[in-house]
């Protein structure tokens, strides 16, 4: 459906090439030979197994911080009023401002990358987790109380079950942050490998060859598609069990 509205746009507009190639221009692309003699292709899935990687270990980076911000919120009244706000401030800024500094603080390895898709990966888990830590049922809560229940045993037997659906919900938000994150922390100048410079050395070239940046989309775009779709698969199984889990 998607090609067939590509497709027609470009004939219904008449737009030329570098505003809008042909989709078979773009899969011939993968078939082009690169300046070492390598396929597109293969550059391809090196530099975006390279952005995968930073991407996993920033989302992984991101959702530990914000799952521990958040059980620290659900305990901790104080101590949700006093860092709410700067968790809360510190996405107000871009993302294009801090990656560069932390490229510079880090350097241009991998794990400067990670940490600028860890950036954007813990704000959404923080947020959503606290709110599924309090979203249990009164009567509950109450029960488990009276029945003398410590506050580890509240914790892991209601408030954590109860909020596994806000906490997945945050996790498909975070895992495509994460992979925009990663490549937003490539752009900077001296980054080697990764999607963030297939991109910026397409864009170079792209009036005549706008197809290269057209695949080079594709390919990231696929990389945040995967991650959202194994976070997905992941909650259908956790779920799922949580909800037909006998209590104990």
Do not use: C
């Not at 773009?26 to 070492?36: C, M, Y």
């Not at 995968?52 to 009244?77: N, Q």
Request: glycine share 6%.
């Amino acid at each position: 459906m998607i090609a067939l509205i590509w497709e027609a746009a470009k004939a219904l507009f008449a737009l030329p090439s570098y505003q809008l190639p042909h989709l078979h221009e773009i899969a011939l692309d993968f078939l082009r030979e690169g300046a070492g003699g390598e396929r597109w292709w293969w550059i391809m899935t090196q530099n975006a197994s390279y952005t995968a990687l930073e991407s996993l270990i920033g989302f992984a980076l991101g959702g530990v911080t914000g799952l521990v911000l958040a059980i620290g919120f659900a305990h901790s009244r104080w101590l949700e009023r006093g860092l709410l706000p700067y968790v809360v401030a510190s996405q107000t800024v871009p993302i294009l401002a801090i990656a560069p500094m932390v490229v510079v603080w880090l350097g241009t390895s991998w794990f400067s990358k990670a940490v600028i898709a860890a950036y954007l990966t813990f704000f959404p888990v923080t947020v959503n987790m606290s709110r599924g830590l309090r979203a249990v049922d009164p009567d509950a809560l109450a029960l488990m109380r009276a029945l003398a229940a410590s506050s580890r045993q509240v914790f892991f037997k209601l408030r954590f079950p109860a909020a596994l659906p806000y906490l997945f919900t945050a996790l498909r938000l975070a895992a495509t942050a994460s992979v925009i994150g990663a490549i937003v922390g490539e752009l900077p100048v001296g980054s080697r490998f990764g999607m963030g410079v297939v991109i910026i050395n397409a864009a170079q070239y792209y009036n005549w060859r706008p197809a290269n940046l057209w695949a080079a989309i594709l390919v990231s775009a696929v990389i945040g598609i995967v991650f959202y779709h194994a976070v997905a698969a992941v909650e259908r199984r956790v779920v799922a069990w949580s909800r037909t889990a006998p209590a104990i």
